[in-house]
């Protein structure tokens, strides 16, 4: 009888450690989050959907979309 209780024991702490680990508490990695309102936005957008603040820009010297917040583009050095 003990054998059958800790396997029932071992069973449940193993669902809560899934159920732990797929915890979506983070942000994904491709997400950005907007400076003005705090929402969180897919790396595509040019624009928070909230808000309507600039995300993204392009790059003068190689067109490539960059965070507004960068002083220099990180694809082309300019
Ligand atoms: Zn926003
Ligand atoms: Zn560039």
């Not at 193993?14 to 994904?28: A, G, M, W």
């Not at 897919?42 to 808000?51: A, D």
């Not at 979309?65 to 583009?73: Q, V």
């Amino acid at each position: 009888m003990m054998l059958i209780f800790w396997t029932i024991v071992i069973i449940t702490f193993f669902i809560i450690s899934l159920r732990v680990n797929s915890c979506n508490c983070k942000p994904k990695e491709n997400y950005a989050i907007c400076n003005k309102c705090g929402e969180s936005i897919e790396e595509e957008y040019n624009y928070c959907p909230s808000c309507k603040t600039q995300i993204k820009k392009q790059c003068d010297n190689c067109g490539m979309k960059i965070s507004t917040n960068w002083r220099h583009c990180p694809y082309c050095d300019n």
